[in-house]
Every structure is written in C-alpha cells, then in structure tokens.
C-alpha cells in the first residue's frame, strides 16, 4: 500500500487542485494519505487580514490577483471545483486550522477534515480564523462539535504543528503542495494524474530501495 504525505495549507487553491488531482491519480487503489502543516503566511495576525488590500500588495495589484485567481478556476472547474473566490473576504491565519487537521489525524479523520476546510474557504468563503466555525467545520466531518471546540479553545497540538512545520522549512521546503511518496519519491506543485502514476510506480520499483527520486513537472521524466 502506498503511504502518501502531503504537505500543503488550507487557503492554497493549488493544493485543493492537487488533492482532486491525487485522489482521480490514485482511482481505487489503497493509499494512506497523511497532511502535513505549512503555513503560507506564517507572519499573518491572530484575526487574519483583508484579502482585497493583501493580495493587492502581495501581487503588485487587484487586476494581477484576479488574473491568478481566473487560472487557478479554470484548472478547478477541470477538477470538478467550483472556486468561489468572490466569497473569500479574508485571509485567515491558518494555524488553529492545522491544529484541527492534526487532531482530525488523531481520530482517522485527517482526510475528511482536508476536505471540509478546503470547500469551507473556497466554496462558501467562511472565516477559517474563528474558533466556532472551526468546530462547525470539524462537525460536519464527522468529529464531535463540543470535544473539537474544548481543543480549540487550548494549546492542544500546538506545539506538534508548530515543530513539524519547523522541520520541514529546514528541510527546503518553500512552496506547496508537496507530495512525497513512500518516503522515496517528490512530487511538487499541483501536477496532472499521469505524473503522479509515474510517481507511484517508482515508488513500487526495486531500484527505487534506499533512494530519493524526484519528477521533474514539465517533462515527467524523473531523478534518483
């Protein structure tokens, strides 16, 4: 069975995009899907920011941003995801939303959680910073409301995301998503389905035992 671990954050378009991607590569063949923290804006303030304003300076301007965002909906309605950007009013600190993801492991949840942040943010624009919604979220997963918002509502996890974020940004880690298969095999960015099927049949090969291969996004071909 192949393990799969990746790394993203919640208010990554791209990384909802990928997680389509993963799951139509991967059909019905058994996988363990581990998620892993990384924080876009690591420095983004506790009650989160106005996104128009944000973006505008990220990008240089509000038409620059609304070129990006027309992209990524445009590889989203490829996947079957209806991107409502024009619902997303701010930018959460995302944080207690690893926080979630990580208890949501705790409870084999991890996957169902991934989703419903992912649809809560980029769907229905909800506010990924308030503890509440949180837990609504956490809910509609699956997970108990009232045990969900008690951990919230604590440092619960939270030195766990904040280490493992840690390690891997010493790791090089700069951008997501990041997909590493059976430990051996990398996979960056959003990537079709075929790359990732390259990806899991080297994984599953002999002479990929001990070794770290990665596979190059625009040509598929792959280093060991």
Request: hydrophobic share 40%; proline share 5%.
């Amino acid at each position: 069975m192949l393990t799969i671990d990746v790394i993203s954050d919640v208010i990554c378009p791209w990384c909802f995009v990928g997680k389509r991607r993963l799951e139509k590569a991967l059909g019905d063949r058994p996988a363990v899907v581990r998620w892993h923290p990384f924080e876009l804006n690591p420095d983004m303030p506790r009650e989160g920011a106005e996104l128009k304003p944000y973006y505008t300076e990220k990008f240089g301007s509000w038409e620059k941003a609304k070129e990006l965002q027309a992209r990524v909906a445009a590889a989203g309605r490829d996947e079957g995801i209806n991107f409502q950007f024009d619902q997303v009013a701010r930018i959460p600190n995302t944080r207690d939303a690893h926080r979630l993801i990580h208890l949501a492991g705790e409870r084999n949840a991890q996957d169902e959680v991934v989703e419903a942040l992912f649809r809560a943010y980029f769907l229905d624009g909800r506010d990924l910073t308030d503890s509440a919604t949180l837990a609504d979220i956490a809910a509609e997963a699956g997970l108990d409301r009232a045990e969900m918002a008690e951990l919230l509502a604590s440092d619960a996890a939270l030195d766990v995301v904040q280490t493992e974020e840690d390690q891997v940004r010493r790791a090089g880690v700069s951008g997501v998503p990041l997909f590493i298969i059976n430990s051996r095999v990398a996979l960056s960015g959003a990537q079709p389905p075929r790359f990732f099927q390259q990806a899991f049949e080297q994984a599953d090969a002999e002479n990929t035992a001990g070794e770290s291969c990665e596979i190059d996004p625009k040509t598929g071909d792959s280093t060991c």
